[in-house]
């Protein structure tokens, strides 16, 4: 998923994805301070993935979704195919084994497979190694730890992503993007 910034500019076209939901959910009442919300809430997702994602959704379900339904299947259509699976990602491993040695540097298509090779112990350490199997069960654990955290990252909302950075670095009273005040 590409690094996603405030795209407050997308504000009437969210509107109209949000218009065409209600319109394919006629007997859900949406309160106006609920659409200011979803607006809000929705700002940073590029138009085209939320437009696919709300179309999707009224295929799926009966039911007006939810602001997390539409991010996540946003994200969803924006991830596909990007980040490997695991077991393709343990292959480009073997492949590099295979082809670089311990004394090479190996080159992968997505840099959470150089991570997932250094959580389990490095490239040296898997080069030595004779016990693949074990090593390949270890590598897909770590890939899917680091690409559930990755996903769950990029998925964030800014306003939270903000939060948290300003609470990891220690500030105890911060005003968020949309004016709100944080203790």
């Not at 407050?8 to 065409?20: A, F, H, M, P, T």
């Not at 730890?145 to 300003?166: F, I, N, T, W």
Request: charged share 30%; proline share 5%; with cysteine.
């Amino acid at each position: 998923m590409p690094v996603l910034e405030d795209r407050s500019d997308n504000r009437q076209e969210i509107l109209k994805v949000l218009y065409g939901l209600a319109a394919a959910y006629p007997t859900a009442n949406i309160p106006e301070e609920t659409i200011k919300l979803y607006v809000n809430l929705l700002a940073d997702l590029p138009i085209d993935a939320l437009r696919a994602a709300s179309l999707k959704h009224i295929s799926e379900s009966k039911w007006f979704p939810a602001i997390s339904e539409l991010r996540a299947g946003a994200y969803d259509l924006c991830e596909e195919g990007r980040l490997p699976l695991a077991y393709e990602a343990w292959e480009q491993v073997r492949k590099q084994l295979l082809r670089v040695g311990h004394t090479g540097k190996p080159v992968f298509t997505h840099d959470l497979i150089l991570r997932a090779v250094e959580g389990i112990g490095g490239w040296r350490y898997l080069c030595m190694s004779v016990d693949t199997m074990a090593d390949r069960a270890r590598f897909v654990d770590a890939y899917d730890r680091y690409a559930g955290q990755a996903r769950s990252d990029a998925r964030m909302l800014p306003q939270v992503k903000l939060l948290a950075e300003r609470l990891r670095a220690g500030s105890p009273r911060k005003e968020l993007p949309d004016g709100s005040k944080v203790e």
